[in-house]
């Protein structure tokens, strides 16, 4: 089956700080799209970007990801972290013929003054 | 915009105990998912559906059923509630044209 790798469970870093969250996976159906999900305190996870084309960079609300199929890997980095990031953040790929979402065990961002 | 309403949105039961867990979508998606999550384990997929009356496995389903009584309504059941269930659930739901899930606001059990 499908497995999504976060390594890190908590990342601390300083306001104004580039920041990286790794994600690597494998996968043996065909893969459809790869996420990051963000989720703030008590509420529901929600898209922050998607991709499906390899060595094409995704940008949103200055997050970035470039996926790299020849190391399995979709790394989530932002130049310059801000209070507002701290929230737990998920890696997932959507896939199989029924489009099951498998995420990551999840990266909690922590950004200090 | 799509919604999905779950409830109740806090439970406590006790060992043993029965259980159902509700969710509705309104904009009559296709797909339904049921998911637990669990620090260090990121989200893990119980049960889905693609549709009125159909259900398939996930990943991890020992202890639960589901049933998708329409194309709007997916109920996840405990029927014998163990400590090992307590976590946070979430239900979503997606349209066959679009990858993107729409998730509820979730359901915490705390099994006792």
């Known amino acids: 089956g499908d497995s999504v790798t976060q390594t890190e469970g908590l990342v601390t870093v300083t306001e104004g700080l580039p920041v990286k969250l790794n994600c690597t996976y494998q996968?043996?159906?065909?893969?459809?799209?790869f996420f990051w999900y963000v989720q703030y305190l008590n509420e529901a996870p929600q898209v922050l970007l998607r991709?499906?084309?390899?060595?094409k960079r995704t940008e949103h609300q200055g997050f970035h990801a470039t996926l790299h199929k020849s190391s399995s890997s979709f790394h989530l980095q932002k130049s310059s972290a801000q209070l507002s990031d701290s929230a737990l953040y998920y890696c997932a790929l959507l896939s199989g013929s029924f489009n099951k979402l498998t995420f990551g065990a999840g990266t909690r961002l922590a950004v200090c003054p | 915009e799509a919604a999905v309403t779950q409830s109740p949105r806090n439970k406590v039961t006790v060992t043993g105990g029965n259980v159902t867990l509700s969710c509705r979508q309104t904009?009559?998606?296709?797909?339904m998912y049921w998911y637990r999550q669990d620090t260090g384990h990121g989200l893990r997929l119980i049960h889905y559906s693609y549709g009125a009356g159909n259900l398939q496995i996930g990943d991890v389903p020992d202890g639960y059923k589901a049933t998708r009584t329409t194309q709007e309504d997916f109920f996840l059941l405990l029927e014998l509630a163990s400590p090992s269930q307590t976590s946070l659930y979430f239900c979503?739901?997606?349209?066959?044209?679009?990858?993107?899930?729409?998730f509820g606001s979730g359901t915490r059990l705390l099994v006792i």
């Open positions: 979503a739901s997606r349209d066959r044209a679009n990858s993107d899930y729409t």
């Open positions: 904009n009559s998606h296709n797909y």
């Open positions: 991709s499906s084309t390899d060595n």
């Open positions: 996968t043996t159906y065909l893969t459809i799209a």
